[in-house]
T-cell receptor, first 115, second 109 residues
Framework: EAQVTQNPRYLITVTGKKLTVTCSQN?????MSWYRQDPGLGLRQIYY???????DKGDVPEGYKVSRKEKRNFPLILESPSPNQTSLYFC??????????????FGEGSRLTVL | GQNIDQPTEMTATEGAIVQINCTYQ??????LFWYQQHAGEAPTFLSY??LDGLEEKGRFSSFLSRSKGYSYLLLKELQMKDSASYLC??????????WGAGTKLIIKP
């Protein structure tokens, strides 16, 4: 089954404790992206990757890191989480982002709470 | 700046028709997407418009007017399961998606 898998789905952590949210896709997509979703603000892009070893900042990259060492994996790293990073996070992948065949496939989401 | 506007919330009755509008101002245009998102779930793709006109897909249709910077999603024969948020997103000149905040659609029996 074609899917994007994120882990963990739910996490409560404390300020400053490094954490990683993993994302893996099995559709051989070149493009992957991380979003955060907060009430009233919609989806905001954190980082994206057009291909292996290529990553770029989105609209809200501060406090986050990513890596793309393999095509299928795109982990999101919070080196020192803060309460303002409490949010719902989505990983997504696509063949041709922003184009006709470029619909995004989203993971199920990771709800993160930073105390 | 780039901006996508859509109503925050709409209410409609089961079996009726509802139109969700989206207006946009972006740097370039390479298409407009509609996604559906049920509460607590991931967004799922509904439609893509790049040329002016109406695209019909079952009970859902999407319309685009590039000259007006305007799109709408039309949902017919509403069902309770259509209760969800509907997200409008525009692909800009760099093929980056600019997202609206979403419209929460409430269906009443």
């Amino acid at each position: 089954e074609a899917q994007v898998t994120q882990n963990p789905r739910y996490l409560i952590t404390v300020t400053g404790k490094k954490l990683t949210v993993t994302c893996s896709q099995n559709m051989n997509h070149e493009y992957m992206s991380w979003y955060r979703q907060d009430p009233g603000l919609g989806l905001r892009q954190i980082y994206y990757s057009m291909n292996v070893e290529v990553t770029d900042k989105g609209d809200v990259p501060e406090g986050y890191k990513v890596s793309r060492k393999e095509k299928r994996n795109f982990p999101l790293i919070l080196e020192s989480p803060s309460p303002n990073q409490t949010s719902l996070y989505f990983c997504a992948s696509s063949t041709q982002p922003g184009q006709g065949a470029g619909e995004l496939f989203f993971g199920e989401g990771s709800r993160l709470t930073v105390l | 700046g780039q901006n996508i506007d859509q109503p925050t919330e709409m209410t409609a009755t089961e079996g009726a028709i509802v139109q969700i509008n989206c207006t946009y101002q972006t740097s370039g245009f390479n298409g407009l997407f509609w996604y559906q998102q049920h509460a607590g779930e991931a967004p799922t793709f509904l439609s893509y418009n790049v040329l002016d006109g109406l695209e019909e897909k079952g009970r859902f249709s999407s319309f685009l007017s590039r000259s007006k910077g305007y799109s709408y999603l039309l949902l017919k024969e509403l069902q309770m399961k259509d209760s969800a948020s509907y997200l409008c997103a525009v692909s800009d000149s760099n093929y980056q998606l600019i997202w609206g905040a979403g419209t929460k659609l409430i269906i009443k029996p």
